[in-house]
């Protein structure tokens, strides 16, 4: 009986040795294969997690930077100084701004624009080339909903243009640089008028600019064009005017005094076609004018950068940010 006892003892001693124990030694199982493969988990690996892309801002109007507009008139105005259409004087200005909208990441074209000989608030001027200086969000497609906002660029030959309308250009670039990389309702196009002063007594004698750019418009464009808004005399004065070219109900017009309203901006309503706007208008587009309170250095060699409050300029570039924002 010992015998046999200790015979099985080492013969279970020989198969655990055979065997193994080890678990480093132990093999690995077999890889799934047939019905089972589809329900083996595949071996861990870093996954790559996309970063979403960032939706940019909406626009307020607490964004708009009134020091921009303001550096904007004390060049134009105490740099450049008069600068009529046709001018030199007027294509260095030109030649600037667009300069300042290529900065920001605009799609800038310059459109020539014919002008014809006259007089201009006294003073002769030739014939010759004036342009607009053109900038969209890069890719819009013009026959697509779009807003517009201007300011025309040139001055009478004797003044330096400071309020008249170096002041608008000034809103102008400032809401350029508050929209660039913010989310507005539409897409805007900015545009900086040539020559918008007058060249003779009567209505077709000026807006020679505005006229040109709506002239450019097929039908579809001129549908695409969902509102504009014109920047001219906007830095004097504590309330902006706001000015609807045709006397009646005028839904662009009830349109901005409600944005002036969620700006907190105080508005004088307005009957004015003196301006850019009236060009859309007569295309059958919805314009509106801001800006228009007279002042004493109007068209005169005293229209100079001091002449321009900030505040003002403030004030009207909240009430386009909010136009623009909703």
Known sequence: MYERARLVVAALALALAAMGCSDTERPSPPAASGPEASNAEPPSAPTATAEPTPQARAVRPADLDAAVAMAAVRHLAGEIGPRHATSPAYRAAADWVARRFSSLGYDVRRQPVAVPGGDSWGVPVDAGRSENVIASPNGLDPAAPHLLVGAHLDTVPQAPGAEDNASGVGVLLAVAEAIADRRTRLPVVLVAFGAEEPRGPTDADHHYGSRAYVASFGPAQRRAVRGMLSLDRV???????????????????????????????????????????????????????????????????????????????????RLVLAWLAR
Request: charged content about 15%; cysteine-free.
């Open 235 to 317: 830095g004097v004065g504590s309330v902006v005017p706001v000015g609807q070219a045709r006397s009646g109900p005028d839904p662009a017009h009830r349109a901005v005094l409600a944005a002036a309203r969620r700006a907190g901006v105080p508005v004088r309503p307005d009957l004015n076609r003196s301006s850019d706007h009236w060009q859309f208008v007569l295309g059958g587009m919805p314009g509106v004018r801001l800006g228009s309170t007279p002042y004493a250095a109007y068209h005169s060699p005293d229209d100079v950068p001091a002449v321009v409050d900030q505040a003002q300029l403030a004030r009207t570039g």
